[in-house]
């Protein structure tokens, strides 16, 4: 087989003898010359790929991707069908080229059509009935899942109803303190609540979460509150499927963390083992996402590896013990062994989240790698745990934790199989302590850069913020985690089985105590968060495809990957924040105000629109409307310039549950630009510009207005004709 660099080699003769053939003919004429440019450029394309051979086959779950986000993202029908004909080009182009192109072309349209169809008929499978229109119901049915909300004050019961008229399953928040039963609550009881349901709700702005779009993969048709206390009709019987004696360990292992550790050390223990983090409160978990410690929380590649780790030296230590065991077994492949079932154990403890179940599959990679003797954590590894998973559940491209968790591995991963990430890694048999000490930590620093890099996109873009010291963060946790908490957390268990856990757990609960107090003061350092208002997807598809593109090619064409990345940064620094935002009941209005704030139509400052609002703007604080000065309210309502310059605009918005008398509200309609009201206006109610009211939003859904570029964006043309759009009601 002919190496890449000799395949070059030989194209290059053939180039050359190409163009000493043609030396004494006459002047090519102009159909001439482009052909003889496109076969250029199409031996240069030939000669790059075949450079790259060995790196093609990582693009196989980007293409498979970029399949599924074409049916999860693009709207209407009629533009999937144009990207269907884009994406079957690419197959009929196969034919036409030749070499490496013609490969390349012919896979990438196979596998991108593949992945649109996987994300159909994951969506049509899924399909599950939905609640017409918001009522107060008397559920009355079987607990299916209960979810522990402790720092919220809550409990999140999924509810699959007896009554055939509700959806198959809703999910019900009970506040645990109204209701005794609540400790009793487990899979499998049935139970009966009083509760205020609600067809599962939009985004409340363009480009906001989609909780309408997790719901429909999750098969939930309605969401809501209890109004009473719940009572249990029959308690749940002893589980009988796997699933759910699963299910009942993790919550009693939960529980006995929690009284084991107790306050907020116990919510750490409890989520590092189960994976359960209802319990921490918003405070520290704010603080752990802002010092860039929030992947500590999230059961991933650091647990797992921990674990599994810790069960192979173990094992293969005590092996070892025993020299005529050790001469006629395979020990480490053995220890390797236990460790996968170990990693799988732990993995089904922790609920295998998306992030878990990758770090599974990659750590079970590595392990077979151990068995048989081959080095096994490479970007292939990776590149096969994200088709897996994305083949069977096409819609974790869309959702955070498979974006940050991808990311990370895929930037470290690349960094440890180049050249220089293989000198970090590298132990030289001369060297001293004190070089071993400054290349473990030069190499401890530059993980944590690499890694921030890679994460900060995807943190800004779904989330607006990210961390500016998560590295010094982590050469501390880190290290702390590996070596101090992740060991007690598994001795105090051990220990605990025979009684003699207490002096372990104390030791935890200090530990954990170290960490939670660490993250505080890193979040609490002078410019240690990053805030930027909602990037556009073109932003951050760009920076995404820009990272990919540096992590996965080897020679000198990853550096192209700069272009993508500036034209990516430079759309999201210069990304401004809506001036008007709609919510899709019009009850709530948000507009921006004067040194970066956030102007609220109603009091309630902490309400779901409202702090979403101010997130995705940036803005540095949110005040009522009526409190604003620039603001004239009267009785039934306010008038407030938005804007600045030529695209500043009146805006009318009203705050009463009536309309005012229409001697009043006619003129007042007809002297501002813009009128917002989740009431419905009169035909006689004509502002200059444009009317927002009750029918309007019935067809938009939330709204987003920038005033200076004359844009409009609604949920409604987010979402297009996807079955996931909220109902109208």
């Known amino acids: 087989m002919v190496g890449a660099e000799g395949r070059g080699k030989a194209s290059g003769s053939v180039r050359k003898a190409r163009v000493s053939s ?111 229109r918001p009522a107060i119901v008397q559920l009355v049915g079987t607990v299916a899942a209960v979810e522990l909300r402790t720092a919220s004050g809550q409990v999140r019961l999924r509810i699959a109803p007896f009554d055939p008229a509700l959806p198959s399953a809703v999910r019900v928040s009970v506040p645990d303190s109204t209701s005794a039963a609540i400790a009793q609550l487990r899979p499998g009881a049935r139970v009966s609540v009083t509760a205020r349901l609600a067809p599962p709700s939009g985004p409340v702005m363009p480009g906001g979460y989609d909780f309408a779009r997790h719901a429909w993969f999750e098969q939930l048709g309605a969401s809501g509150s209890a109004l009473g206390n719940v009572s249990i009709l029959a308690p749940a019987p002893p589980p009988t499927r796997f699933a759910a004696r699963l299910a009942a360990i993790r919550a009693d292992l939960t529980a006995h963390l929690k009284a084991k550790v107790p306050g907020v050390p116990g919510s750490f223990a409890a989520a590092f083992v189960t994976g359960d983090q209802g319990a921490i409160p918003k405070p520290v978990a704010q603080a752990m996402r802002d010092s860039g410690l929030a992947h500590l929380l999230s059961i991933s590649g650091l647990h797992i590896a921990i674990v599994a780790a810790g069960t192979l030296w173990t094992l293969r230590k005590l092996l070892l013990l025993w020299p005529w065991l ?50 096994a954590l490479t970007l292939r590894m990776v590149a096969a745990a994200a088709f897996v998973i994305l083949l069977f559940r096409p819609e974790a491209l869309l959702s955070p934790s498979f974006q940050l968790s991808f990311a990370a591995v895929t930037g470290l991963v690349a960094l440890y199989q180049s050249r220089f990430g293989a000198w970090l890694n590298t132990r030289q048999p001369y060297d001293g302590w004190f070089v071993r000490l400054a290349r473990a930590t030069l190499a401890l620093v530059v993980t944590g850069l690499v890694a921030e890099a890679m994460l900060s996109a995807t943190a800004l873009y779904h989330f607006n913020r990210t961390g500016i010291y998560g590295v010094i963060a982590n050469l501390v946790a880190i290290p702390l985690t590996s070596f101090v908490i992740m060991p007690l ?24 105590g170290w960490l939670i107090a660490w993250a505080l003061e ?52 210069t990304a401004q924040p809506p001036d008007l935002l709609v919510s899709a009941d019009g009850h709530q209005v948000g507009i921006r105000i004067d040194d970066n704030g956030l102007a609220r139509l109603r009091s309630r400052q902490a309400s779901y629109a409202a702090t979403n609002w101010q997130t995705a703007s940036a803005a540095d604080a949110s005040i009522k409307l009526s409190h604003y000065s620039g ?44 009128v917002v009201s989740d009431l419905t206006l009169p035909p006689w109610c004509q502002p200059r510009r444009m009317r927002i009211d009750r029918a309007t939003l019935a067809r938009t859904h939330a709204m987003a207005i920038w005033l200076s570029k004359a844009r409009t964006a609604t949920v409604a043309a987010q979402i297009g004709d996807h079955p996931w759009l909220p109902v109208k009601h």
């Open 489 to 512: 957390q598994v001795l105090a268990l051990a220990l605990d089985a025979v009684g003699l856990g207490a002096p372990a757990y104390w030791l935890l609960g200090h530990a954990y």
């Open 326 to 375: 050790a001469l006629r077994i395979p020990v480490r492949a053995i220890a390797a062994s236990f460790a996968a079932v170990a990693a799988i154990g732990y993995t089904l403890l922790a609920g295998s989240d998306i992030p878990t179940v990758r770090a599974c599959l990659a750590t079970i990679i590595v392990l077979l790698g151990v068995i048989v003797g081959r080095e």
């Open 522 to 573: 890193v979040a609490a350092w002078p410019g240690g968060v990053l805030r930027m208002p909602s990037m556009s997807v073109a932003a951050y598809m760009l920076l995404v495809g820009g990272g990919l593109w540096l992590c996965l090619w080897q020679g000198r064409m990853r550096l192209w990957a700069g272009v993508p990345v500036a034209l990516g940064v430079m759309l999201a620094v």
């Open 631 to 674: 603001a004239r309210c009267r009785r039934y309502s306010c008038v407030v310039r938005v804007g600045t310059g030529a695209g500043a605009a009146l805006v009318l918005v009203t705050t009463g549950d009536e309309l005012p008398p229409r001697q009043d509200f006619a003129s007042a309609c007809a002297d501002v630009d813009i």
């Open 22 to 132: 043609t030396a004494g003919l006459p002047v090519q004429t102009a159909p001439n010359a482009l052909f003889a440019a496109c076969s250029r450029a199409g031996d240069a394309v030939e000669d790059t790929l075949a450079a790259e051979t060995s790196q093609l086959p990582l693009w196989i779950p980007v293409a498979f991707g970029i399949g599924i986000a074409a049916y999860l993202v693009i709207p209407w029908n009629y533009q999937r069908l144009g990207a269907v004909a884009v994406m079957a080009m690419f197959v009929a182009l196969a034919p036409v080229l030749r070499g490496a192109a013609a490969r390349v072309a012919g896979w990438a349209g196979v596998l991108m059509l593949l992945g649109f169809g996987v994300a159909w008929a994951r969506t049509t499978m899924v399909a599950a009935p939905r609640l017409e």
